[in-house]
Nanobody
Framework: QVQLVESGGGLVQAGGSLTISCAATGRTFNNAAVGWFRQAPGKDREFIAAIRFSGGATSYADSVKGRFSISRDRAKNMVYLQMNSLKPEDTAVYYC???????????????WGQGTQVTVSS
């Protein structure tokens, strides 16, 4: 079993930056990948970025390429999402999720955190 806990969400002005974190505890595996998703009210959960713990391969949604950066600290079992040039449309609850492989589809992820709210004011 894997437990995921997000932190670092908050209120930020448009154009600002914010880094959110995902702490993973419990069972881990070498080929695990962690993804970030977000869900705004009335919208479907949207893939943002994912990273493989071993090797560090990454994947990004087109909507955040060049603005968001995903990274991991293997020693601490932490994954970070640095968000720059934030826009009001980035407002959502951000979730991290764990999976055995790098994937962009939410249904492929087995474990989820409780989410952290990110609000970008205009």
């Amino acid at each position: 079993q894997v437990q995921l806990v997000e932190s670092g969400g908050g209120l930020v002005q448009a154009g600002g930056s914010l880094t959110i974190s995902c702490a993973a505890t419990g069972r881990t595996f070498n080929n695990a990948a962690v993804g970030w998703f977000r869900q705004a009210p009335g919208k479907d959960r949207e893939f943002i970025a994912a990273i493989r713990f071993s090797g560090g391969a990454t994947s990004y949604a087109d909507s955040v390429k060049g603005r968001f950066s995903i990274s991991r600290d293997r020693a601490k079992n932490m994954v970070y999402l640095q968000m720059n040039s934030l826009k009001p449309e980035d407002t959502a609850v951000y979730y991290c999720a764990a999976n055995r492989g790098l994937a962009t589809v939410a249904a492929y992820y087995d474990y989820w955190g409780q989410g952290t709210q990110v609000t970008v004011s205009s």
